[in-house]
Each structure stands twice: as structure tokens, then as C-alpha cells.
């Protein structure tokens, strides 16, 4: 992994600085909003256009790219993310604030596509694995660190949003300056969604409620604590303590991902999250709670996305995996648009406590649909051949989806090498010599 970062270390770290200045609009927006006087549908309403011009942009920016080539794409898409983060506190109304989040959506969508395919042009057969894990703790380091400069500033103020824009502005310099342009690159057509369902319905079902659970945490996170009486600085830890724990989890559950039936596995992580949501659902004031079911959430719910992943694929030939989990990424930002805007009615009902309400019947829901799956969809012995997990973020991009397709049919090819390889010497071994 050493070798990887120094051979791209300028790519890391200009998708280091990239996160930080998102994570700090996410959050930042959402304890501004309070501070500006917005409803909390209001607030919603502008936390999902970030997921909006997300999905669209994953449609329509490779075409972009095809057109103009990476570099006009990167630059241009990153001076428009720059500008906005400045617009934010000039602007200060849920219009505008909505239609900035759409635009930061589709742009950041458009950078990470970008720079996911530097990254896996980069990268070779030996090191795409390791890429994809570095990539992965850069992003999370960049949202907590994110968390940890909004506790060191006035979010009623001008100065974070333009220390956000700076970084963001920054980013790119070390990015274009050190790597050469590439060729444009083939897009691959995601399946239909009814292909899909057809396939694995528990993987589809999941990752739409998966996408509400992401939304919450992303962005209504700030505006929970902020109805909760938190100070900026214990929201900040709180939310640095989703991303730290979904880090930490990732490990582990895909090490057991790859030695049980994951059906097995997605519910019971899908449980652990929403009875753990139901910790601070009872007590929703307590901050010690909310950091406890935070971390559960977050320690369960990431590593889900890419469970659900790898259980749909279990079901697929190698070559129909990487459109699978374009159609998977859709289906997320459909549950991710619709997410926030259901939360931030229910903390209008119900008060703080609807936070964690929202994500315990989103969690629990997915748990009993596995549950549903395992009597109606018995799996044989040849289909608990399972494919290999690969750590992901939810904020990846097909780009992405596609390396971690990449390093399991290397992995495969690879273990398909060595057995065969084992098999010769053992036959060169036991045939007897003839004097």
C-alpha cells in the first residue's frame, strides 16, 4: 500500500482535500440552516438536491468526458463546486440552497468520476486492490477531518464556506499538475431494475432503503443534533463518529462476508443497526447514546452497501457484475433523494427521536425482508460459491464499482492459476519413476 500512495500520491491527496471541503457543506448547511431560521422540511428539501444531481450526473458526465476529455471536465466541474461554496452565505434561502445542492451534487459526482478513472488507470492488476482500500480511508479521513475544522470556526459566519471553497479550489492542483491526461474511457450500461429485482431482490430492496439511511446520515445528521440541543462541537464528534466506526467495521464484517451465507450476514448486521438506532430513540437528548447508535449505524450500514454488492453478484456471470452495480448505484440515489425529505418531516412530528425512529425502521425492514428471502429463495450448494468482498463507500461511483469488479475476477483468475498449478505438482509427485 506504501508503494501505491507514493506512486499516486498527489491523486490521494487531492481527493483528501475534496472531502474535507464536502464533508464540511454537508454538515455546515444543515447547522446553518438552523441558524438562518429554515423548517426542517425546508432543510430536507435542500439536503436531497445533493443526491439529485449525484444520480444524474452518474448518467450524463461520462458522456461529458467522452466529448472534452478529462481535464476540461475536472477543472471546469471544480471551479463551479468553488463557486457555489462561496454562494452559500450570500444566498442564505432554500431556493437557492436547493439549487446549489443539486449542482454541488452533479459536480462532485463528475470530480469522482474523474479521478476514480485516473485512479484505476493508475493502478495494475498487482495493486487495484490496494488502491481501492487506500482510496476508501481517504475519503472517510476526509469527511472526519472536515468535522474537526467546523469545531475550529463561526458557522454563523463567511469563513468556513471559504475555507471549504479554498480546499476544494486547492485539490485540484496537485491533481493536474502531476498526472497526464487519459483517453476517454467506455461507459457500461447499467441492467434494467426489472433484471435486477429478478436477480436478487433482497440486494435491491436493501440498497433502496440504504439510500435513506446514507441521506440521514450525510446530511440530516447536523440538523438531528441541532434539534437535539447539541453544541457544534458534539454534533462534529458525532458525525466523525459514524464515518470512524463505518471504517473500522468494514474489515471485519467482509472478512466473515467471505466465510458465511451473506444472506445470514446482511440481516443480522441490518438488526445490530436499527435495534442499536432504538438505543437513542428511547433517550434521543442523550448525547452518550447518540454517539453509541451513531457508531452502530455507521458501523453496520456502510459495510451493508457493499454486502449487498457481493450478494447480488453471488447470482451473476462476471461479465453482467459491473452493469449490476451501475443499476444498484441507481437505486441507492433513488432512496437517498427521497430520504431526507421523509426525515425532516417525521423530526417535525415527532422531534428528535424521529431521527432515529427513521433509520431503526429502515435497518429492522431490511433485516425482515432477509428474513422473507431465506423461506422463499433456498440456495444450493453451487450457489454458495460466493464472490470475493471488496470495501466500498457509498459516496463511490460506478468508477469504482467496476475496479472492485476488476480485482475479484483477478483474484479468481489468479486462484484458479495456483490450484491448477498445485494439481501438476502433485500429479509430477505421485507418478513413479521408471529405471
Request: proline residues 4%; charged residues 10%.
Amino acid at each position: 500500500m506504501i508503494n501505491v500512495f507514493t506512486s499516486s500520491w498527489a491523486l490521494f491527496l487531492g481527493m483528501f482535500m475534496l472531502m474535507i471541503g464536502n464533508g464540511l457543506q454537508g454538515t455546515l448547511l444543515g447547522l446553518r440552516g438552523e441558524i438562518e431560521g429554515f423548517s426542517t422540511l425546508q432543510i430536507s428539501i435542500v439536503m436531497s438536491g445533493y443526491f439529485m444531481g449525484f444520480l444524474f450526473a452518474s448518467k450524463t458526465v461520462p458522456e461529458l468526458i467522452r466529448r472534452v476529455g478529462h481535464v476540461r471536465v475536472f477543472a471546469a466541474l471544480g471551479s463551479t463546486i468553488s463557486a457555489v461554496l462561496i454562494l452559500y452565505p450570500v444566498l442564505a434561502d432554500p431556493i437557492s440552497w436547493t439549487v446549489g445542492r443539486v449542482v454541488i451534487g452533479f459536480c462532485f459526482c463528475g470530480v469522482y468520476v474523474t479521478a476514480e478513472s485516473w485512479l484505476n488507470d493508475a493502478s495494475s492488476n498487482e495493486t487495484r486492490g490496494q488502491a481501492l482500500s487506500l482510496y476508501m480511508i481517504v475519503q472517510m479521513a476526509g469527511i472526519v477531518s472536515a468535522q474537526f475544522i467546523i469545531t475550529r470556526g463561526d458557522v454563523s459566519g463567511y469563513t468556513l464556506f471559504i475555507v471549504s471553497s479554498a480546499l476544494v479550489s486547492m485539490a485540484f492542483a496537485p491533481i493536474l499538475l502531476s498526472i497526464k491526461p487519459m483517453p476517454a474511457f467506455g461507459r457500461t450500461k447499467p441492467m434494467k431494475v426489472t433484471q435486477l429485482i429478478r436477480t436478487s431482490p433482497l440486494a435491491c430492496v436493501g440498497m433502496f432503503l440504504l439510500g435513506g439511511v446514507f441521506s440521514a446520515q450525510f446530511g440530516m445528521s447536523a440538523v438531528y443534533g441541532a434539534r437535539a440541543g447539541f453544541s457544534v462541537a458534539q454534533i462534529s464528534l458525532f458525525v466523525s463518529g459514524i464515518y470512524t466506526a463505518a471504517l473500522i467495521a468494514q474489515y471485519p464484517i467482509g472478512w466473515l462476508s467471505d466465510r458465511l451465507d451473506r444472506r445470514i450476514l446482511i440481516i443480522g448486521v441490518a438488526f445490530v443497526g436499527g435495534f442499536g438506532s432504538l438505543i437513542a430513540g428511547f433517550f434521543p437528548a442523550s448525547y452518550t447514546l447518540a454517539l453509541l447508535s451513531g457508531a452502530l449505524v455507521g458501523g453496520t450500514s456502510n459495510p451493508l452497501y457493499a454486502l449487498l454488492i457481493a450478494y447480488c453478484n453471488d447470482y451473476l456471470e462476471r461479465e453482467d457484475m459491473a452493469a449490476a452495480s451501475g443499476g444498484l448505484l441507481f437505486v441507492n440515489g433513488v432512496g437517498a433523494i427521497l430520504g431526507p425529505v421523509i426525515l425532516g418531516y417525521m423530526l417535525d412530528m415527532i422531534g428528535p427521536a424521529g431521527y432515529w425512529l427513521f433509520l431503526a425502521f429502515l435497518m429492522i425492514v431490511m433485516g425482515a425482508y432477509g428474513l422473507v428471502r431465506m423461506v422463499q429463495r433456498e440456495r444450493s450448494a453451487e450457489e454458495f460459491d460466493q464472490v470475493s468482498y471488496s470495501a466500498l463507500s457509498p459516496s463511490t461511483t460506478p468508477i469504482v464499482t467496476e475496479m472492485a469488479q476488476e480485482v475479484y475476477i483477478e483474484n479468481e483468475e489468479t486462484a484458479a492459476e495456483d490450484a491448477i498449478a498445485e494439481n501438476s505438482e502433485d500429479d509430477t509427485t505421485a507418478t513413479p519413476s521408471v529405471n
